[in-house]
């Protein structure tokens, strides 16, 4: 017969609060832990203002909005309030009311270049902005089978001005003169030529959706064509 193990009720208590004690400690330490910025709750100090996008090219009467992150000497994000402000008489800006550290600039109606300027705590981050009078063509390339197509080239004839469809087949050729042209894509062994008579107008965007067409015999290959 086994040797019954009793173990007293004040040795018991005692096993308790040794096991209390070793959680508490353990929860101590997890707070401190946290408390010391694991979780970004306590900020760094302001080491720099990241501001983007740092260049910009912004038609006449249009907008274009900007954002400033800050960052400590760790590379963590800091919360930063900006002031915003606009030089070389290109437009002006506005903070968001909700967010500040977003803002909203609107161009002129002349052209120029300037910068756009984002201050907290005596940093300060710029942005380039060029104002232009020129247009945009902007578009999807797609085909029918397999849907929006990467790597396609789309120009404007006799302008020297191009673009290649990205990831999400959306290609943007900009800083167009105003006027009318022929807007192409290139032939590739998968697809056919696409063409469109475009005009682009002061400061605007036209928009040219592309529906690529196979060449014959040829069974589509998705997004995986890139032809220069």
Same mark, same amino acid.
């Given at each position: 017969? $086994?040797?019954?193990?009793?173990?007293?009720?004040? $040795?018991?208590? %005692?096993?308790?609060?040794? @096991?209390? %004690?070793?959680?508490?400690?353990?929860?101590?330490?997890?707070?401190?832990?946290?408390?010391?910025?694991?979780?970004?709750?306590?900020?760094?100090?302001?080491?720099?203002?990241?501001?983007?996008?740092?260049?910009?090219?912004?038609?006449?009467?249009?907008?274009?909005?900007?954002?400033?992150?800050?960052?400590?000497?760790?590379?963590?994000?800091?919360? +930063?309030? &900006?002031?915003?402000?606009?030089?070389?008489?290109?437009? !002006?800006? $506005?903070? %968001?009311?909700?967010?500040?550290? =977003?803002?909203?600039?609107?161009?002129?109606?002349?052209?120029?270049?300037? =910068?756009?300027? /984002?201050?907290?705590?005596? $940093?300060?981050?710029? /942005?380039?902005?060029?104002?232009?009078?020129?247009?945009?063509?902007?578009?999807?390339?797609? %085909?029918?089978?397999?849907?929006? +197509?990467?790597? @396609?080239?789309?120009?404007?004839?006799?302008?020297?001005?191009?673009?290649?469809?990205?990831?999400?087949?959306? =290609?943007?050729?900009?800083?167009? &003169?105003?006027? *009318?042209?022929? /807007?192409?894509?290139?032939? *590739?062994?998968?697809?056919?030529? #696409?063409?469109?008579?475009?005009? @682009?107008?002061? #400061?605007? @965007?036209?928009?040219?959706?592309?529906?690529?067409? !196979?060449?014959?015999?040829?069974? &589509?290959?998705? !997004?995986?064509?890139?032809?220069?």
């Amino acid at each position: 017969m $086994k040797p019954r193990i009793q173990i007293s009720k004040s $040795k018991l208590m %005692n096993y308790f609060k040794i @096991i209390k %004690n070793t959680l508490l400690g353990f929860g101590i330490l997890l707070i401190g832990i946290y408390g010391m910025g694991g979780c970004g709750d306590i900020e760094g100090e302001l080491e720099s203002l990241i501001i983007s996008p740092s260049s910009a090219l912004v038609g006449i009467d249009r907008s274009e909005t900007f954002r400033v992150i800050g960052k400590d000497g760790s590379g963590f994000m800091v919360e +930063v309030k &900006p002031t915003w402000n606009v030089t070389g008489g290109i437009g !002006t800006i $506005k903070a %968001n009311e909700s967010d500040t550290s =977003y803002a909203t600039f609107k161009a002129s109606s002349n052209t120029g270049e300037g =910068y756009v300027i /984002a201050s907290y705590e005596q $940093k300060s981050a710029k /942005a380039s902005v060029t104002v232009t009078d020129n247009g945009w063509l902007e578009g999807i390339v797609e %085909n029918s089978v397999y849907g929006r +197509v990467q790597g @396609i080239r789309v120009e404007l004839k006799d302008a020297s001005l191009f673009d290649f469809s990205d990831s999400d087949g959306r =290609y943007s050729i900009s800083n167009i &003169p105003p006027g *009318t042209y022929e /807007a192409r894509t290139r032939e *590739t062994d998968i697809y056919q030529v #696409a063409s469109q008579e475009v005009t @682009i107008d002061r #400061a605007e @965007i036209e928009y040219w959706h592309i529906f690529l067409l !196979t060449q014959p015999g040829v069974t &589509p290959v998705p !997004t995986t064509t890139f032809p220069f």
